[in-house]
């Protein structure tokens, strides 16, 4: 049986791993290849390495992050950040990821999706969409959460799948960096929506939070600062879920 | 020891490469027949499709280097679409042959299923398999084999369905999951093909 994702999340800018609240405020929270090799030792399944440098120098920087990353990693890479064509996912892929996150672009241009699908097959081709709303009614944002584009979630993230998507990684704008757990009815309404498997981030922070999420209907859930700041080891909450009763690699 | 890796133009075999060298071994990657004839060991990868992977193959010629060194029972390792790739064809790619080396078809999850399968799955491995041993595996694939071939040992896993995990005999392997990305248990199974064959 398919087992649930635990995939701690480094938000990288120049270099470094930062973290903020919706996705502002960042502040720095240690080196990405000893965070990486740390959360691997630990059972992570997979590591996501997302670069939210604003500048062409900082996108340098993150092909040397990826390649000094996937040295020390013998589980799934991948990477998101700026990539806005098949040559920035070769680049990318080239370097040592093995998924390739797109948000913005694909937005602007859904055809992105279908030309990476057709290149790196769909399993490499992670749609990452950033939903700004509660209740039950989602707007996609892009740009860091910075513009609003009218789009509504799920019909976004249907055609994204239409177009090659080959998973869906799930924000919550506003519950990312708050703490106050994952947004339940947006899993599930996209997790019921869709046939890739859905990882869900933004506001998990206890083992409690992980779990509900995984109830509702995520294949993977992902989350940043509850590992950085130390407060759980990726063991500590795998063996919390296990308890509980989620299938998790031990 | 020579490993080469097949040069798949896709560009995502570093992690493969990585793999290889933190067992020490030294792996290159190659679009050349006639490496594939001389190298020790040769690692078909995959990821793609079924139907460009073959026409690239066959307008490199390599498609004739890697059938003698199976029909040599020369160590030749598959992985994911590597691993379909030698089979006789695929529900991917209708009417494209494969290799053929392997008597089994390539058939998609059914759609009830989470489709492509991402994530870590138990593989259960057959008494007689020499170097696919049971543990949790790293897959990324929405197609799989249909059967174990007959005189090859296999080894499955189950997403909804029991689906083809690996299949070996002698020096050739073939696996549906990913061994350079399945941890500590995939490092493992690398070292014991390079340790065997």
Same mark, same amino acid.
């Given at each position: ?50 670069? $939210? ?25 991948? $990477? ?171 | &020891? ?20 933190? !067992? ?11 490496? +594939? ?6 690692? !078909? ?20 280097? +890697? ?11 598959? +992985? ?5 790739? &030698? ?13 053929? !080396? ?42 799989? !084999? ?5 005189? &090859? ?13 690996? +299949? ?30």
């Amino acid at each position: 049986m398919l087992m649930r994702r635990v995939i701690p999340c480094l938000d990288t800018r120049d270099g470094r791993v930062v973290k903020g609240v919706r996705f502002r405020e960042l502040r720095d929270a240690g080196a990405p290849v000893e965070l990486a090799a740390r959360y691997a030792d630990q059972g992570a399944d997979e590591v996501v390495l997302l670069d $939210v440098s604003a500048t062409p120098e900082g996108r340098g920087n993150a092909l040397a992050t990826v390649r000094a990353v996937r040295r020390v990693l013998s589980i799934p890479l991948t $990477v998101g950040g700026g990539v806005r064509n098949v040559d920035d996912a070769e680049r990318l892929l080239s370097a040592g990821a093995d998924k390739v996150g797109v948000n913005s672009a694909a937005v602007e241009r859904p055809e992105l999706l279908t030309e990476l699908a057709e290149r790196f097959g769909r399993q490499c081709v992670t749609l990452a969409v950033d939903a700004l709303g509660g209740g039950s009614d989602w707007e996609v944002v892009t740009r860091s959460g910075t513009t609003r584009t009218g789009r509504r979630v799920l019909d976004w993230i249907r055609a994204g799948c239409a177009h090659g998507a080959g998973e869906i990684l799930l924000t919550s704008i506003d519950r990312d960096g708050t703490r106050a757990g994952y947004d339940l009815e947006l899993i599930a309404a996209v997790a019921d929506g869709v046939a890739v498997p859905v990882v869900a981030s933004g506001g998990g922070a206890t083992v409690a939070h992980l779990t509900a999420a995984l109830s509702a209907g995520a294949d993977a859930v992902l989350a940043a600062s509850m590992f950085h700041e130390g407060e759980f080891t990726v063991a500590d909450v795998k063996r919390e879920l296990a308890h509980a009763g989620v299938a998790v690699r031990r | &020891m020579k490993v080469a890796i097949v040069n798949t133009g896709i560009g995502n075999t570093a992690s493969l490469l990585v793999a290889c060298a933190r !067992l020490g071994v030294t792996a290159e990657l190659t679009e050349r027949p006639e490496t +594939i004839r001389a190298a020790s060991f040769v690692i !078909l990868p995959g990821v793609g499709a079924f139907g460009p992977g073959m026409a690239k193959l066959r307008e490199t010629g390599l498609d004739e280097a +890697i059938v003698e060194r199976a029909a040599a029972d020369r160590p030749l390792l598959g +992985i994911c679409l590597g691993l379909q790739l &030698m089979a006789c064809e695929s529900a991917e790619a209708p009417g494209v042959p494969g290799l053929g !080396l392997l008597e089994a078809v390539v058939v998609p999850f059914r759609a009830r299923v989470r489709v492509p399968q991402l994530g870590w799955n138990r593989v259960t491995s057959d008494p007689r398999a020499q170097l696919v041993v049971e543990g949790d595996a790293y897959f990324a694939n929405s197609y799989h !084999l249909d059967q174990v071939p007959a005189g &090859m040992t296999g080894a499955w896993s189950t997403h909804e369905i029991p689906f083809v995990a690996a +299949i070996e005999r002698g020096a050739l392997l073939g696996c549906q999951f990913h061994p350079e990305l399945s941890g500590a248990w995939g490092a493992a199974l690398l070292q014991r093909w390079f340790d065997r064959c």
